[in-house]
């Protein structure tokens, strides 16, 4: 299995700009989590998915970012317009109904600079 | 205040030193624990759980849980400099659909 996949790893981009990360997460996985990574704040829960839906989605910072998951084997974190308070290391993770409680996988993360 | 609490370090020690990390946490909800290794510009990746209170050993690793103090130690035995990382904890229960908390994390250096 090759693991979570996320794209692009790094990304800079103008402040104002449109950016999409994209994730793959592991096979017969059913959910689906995105998380932000700052030195200040740590590993914060964006939003995550069960089967495909978005189940809380209360992390998101404001009406500029938006996720979804189209299908069970891709979703995105979109962020429109983009500031420079959104660079951060952005990380997918997955894991399945029954072994949820035990752990997820995570992704190689995608590094956002917004200048 | 956090619902869960972790001094960030760094944590610095010789090469085959215990390293002793630990977190508090404040929902005694909380019935699953983990603890998660972050290499630098890497994902976090699960090193060991537990459930409940007690020990867990897995090689040179130790996690413990103490609920009744609200406290999860990891150990770290004979560390090497590819120890070297930032520790993460993280805990959730049934009722929170699976979603996890995360410490802010602890960085450990060991130095050979």
């Known amino acids: 299995d090759a693991g979570v996949i996320q794209s692009p790893r790094h990304e800079v981009t103008e402040m104002g700009q449109e950016v999409t990360l994209r994730c793959k997460p592991i096979s017969g996985h059913d959910y689906l989590f995105w998380y932000r990574q700052t030195m200040m704040r740590g590993l914060e829960l964006l939003i995550y998915?069960?089967?495909?839906?978005?189940?809380?989605d209360s992390g998101m910072p404001e009406d500029r970012f938006s996720a979804k998951m189209p299908n069970a084997s891709f979703s995105t974190l979109k962020i429109q317009p983009s500031e420079p308070r959104d660079s951060a290391v952005y990380f997918c993770a997955s894991t399945g109904t029954a072994i949820a409680n035990y752990g997820y996988t995570f992704g190689s993360g995608t590094r956002l600079t917004v200048v | 205040q956090k619902e869960v609490e972790q001094d960030p370090g760094p944590l610095s020690v010789p090469e085959g030193a215990i390293v002793s990390l630990n977190c508090t946490y404040s929902n005694s909800a909380f019935q699953y624990f983990m603890w998660y290794r972050q290499y630098s510009r890497k994902g976090p990746e699960l090193l060991m759980y537990t459930y409940s209170s007690g020990n867990k050993e897995d090689g040179r690793f130790t996690a413990q849980v103490d609920k009744s103090s609200k406290y999860i130690s990891l150990f770290i035995r004979d560390s090497q400099p590819s120890d070297s990382a930032t520790y993460l904890c993280?805990?959730?229960?049934?009722?929170?659909?699976?979603?996890?908390?995360f410490g802010g994390g602890t960085r450990v250096l060991v130095k050979p």
């Open positions: 993280a805990m959730s229960f049934k009722a929170a659909g699976n979603k996890l908390t």
């Open positions: 998915f069960n089967n495909n839906v978005p189940i809380d």
